[in-house]
Structures are given as structure tokens and as C-alpha cells.
């Protein structure tokens, strides 16, 4: 199966959740899907599990999508462990596995040898709602029992090499990352970012 198809089968799943997606393809991709302010692209490769997990653990009502890849969790792979030791119910993380390191040229990843299961290492590390995938259709049922379950979930979704011609995002990560905390902070009612006063504003006049 391939990635774009698969996120094409599983858009209609989806709300109000939000969304952590890998550098590469992924981003692109599912931004071409279902575009929107709740989409947070992470750069540097390794971290998207990490940062999912403290946005799960930030806005516990909110379910949490993890957009992950082999390489990327390969790189990370202690957030496993970190995952199941704090049991986040809301945070569903998916690793879209085509064995290679996609946007550097290629190169295999640890998944191309045939001896690593994410989802049994997942399992291992603590969550115990954790699956392999091959199909969309298996795809679409674990998505759909994890939006209606508690977590933390770990789907290993088996993909096929390769990426879909899709237009590329409108802004960039900065932009993107302003975005995101503003639409955060209007749909959760909070404040994330406070803006600094200039040096010369009294909140409160000097008595004369």
C-alpha cells in the first residue's frame, strides 16, 4: 500500500485532532490531504515521537496523531519506552514504514534487513495497543479503534517506497509552527505564547 492512498482512506476519520508529522514526504502528503492549522511539520529527524508525546500529555482531551517514519523512530527509538511509561490515553502513533531513509536518496534503513518489528518492540516497551498493518483496509480499522479507545496506541503500517506528486506547503516550518500555537490556543482556550511588552509600556500610570 502506499502512504498518500492511506491517507487518503483515513481522512474521513478524521475531527479535531491534531496532527505531528516527520520531515519528508509524510508532511507534504497528508497537508495535500486535509490541509489545516493542526498540522505541525517537525524538521529534525527523531523527534516527532517526542514532541507528540508532550502535546498528548499538554492537551489531554485532544486526540494526537504521530505521523512517524522507520528511519525517523529508528533514530528516537528510547521514545518507545518513554511512550508506555507514561501511558498517554490519547495519542495514537503511526509508523509509516517503507525501509529507506526516503528524502536523502534512499539509503535502507533497519526495517529493509527483515529482522526489526516496530510493533512488537512497541508492545515490548509498554503499549500494549500495538499492531502491524499491510492493507488500508487493516489500516482504517486500527485507526477507528484508536480514535475510539484509549491509548496510547502504536499502529506499524507496512508501505510501499516512494512519494506523491503534491504541491508544496504554502509556508514554511517557522510559519507553521505560529500557526499551529495560535489555533491550538483559540480551539483549547489557553495561552501558549505571551508577547513581550516594550520596555517603555507601564501597565499601570505613575501617580503624579
Known amino acids: 500500500m502506499k502512504r498518500y492512498e ?11 485532532e491534531l496532527f505531528v508529522t516527520t520531515a519528508g ?17 517537525v524538521k529534525t529527524l527523531g523527534l516527532c515521537s517526542s514532541i507528540g508525546l508532550g502535546l ?7 486526540k494526537v496523531f504521530v505521523f512517524d517514519g522507520d528511519g525517523a523512530l529508528w533514530m ?20 509509516w514504514d517503507n525501509r529507506e531513509y526516503e528524502s536523502s536518496g534512499g539509503e535502507p534503513t533497519v526495517s529493509r534487513a527483515g529482522k526489526i518489528n516496530f510493533a512488537e518492540s512497541a508492545r515490548a516497551a509498554g503499549i500494549q495497543s500495538s499492531r502491524s498493518v499491510e492493507t ?11 480514535l475510539d479507545h484509549d491509548g496510547p496506541h502504536f499502529i506499524w503500517a507496512r508501505i510501499e517506497p516512494g512519494r506523491t506528486r503534491v504541491p508544496p506547503l504554502p509556508y514554511d516550518e517557522l510559519e507553521n509552527k505560529y500557526r499551529f500555537i495560535r489555533y491550538l490556543e483559540k480551539t483549547e482556550n ?6 513581550p511588552l516594550p520596555h517603555s509600556y507601564e501597565e499601570t500610570p505613575k501617580k503624579t
Open 190 to 195: 489557553i495561552a501558549v505564547l505571551k508577547t
Open 25 to 41: 514526504g509524510a508532511t507534504s502528503e497528508w497537508s495535500a490531504v486535509r490541509p489545516g492549522d493542526g498540522n505541525f511539520q
Open 76 to 95: 528516537n527509538f528510547g521514545s518507545l519506552a518513554t511512550i508506555g511509561l507514561h501511558q498517554p490515553k490519547n495519542l495514537i502513533h503511526i509508523c
Open 136 to 146: 488500508a483496509k487493516e489500516l482504517v480499522e486500527a485507526v477507528r479503534h484508536a
Open 6 to 16: 492511506c491517507f487518503q482512506a483515513i481522512a474521513p476519520l478524521i475531527k479535531d
Open 56 to 62: 498528548a500529555t499538554a492537551v489531554p482531551r485532544r
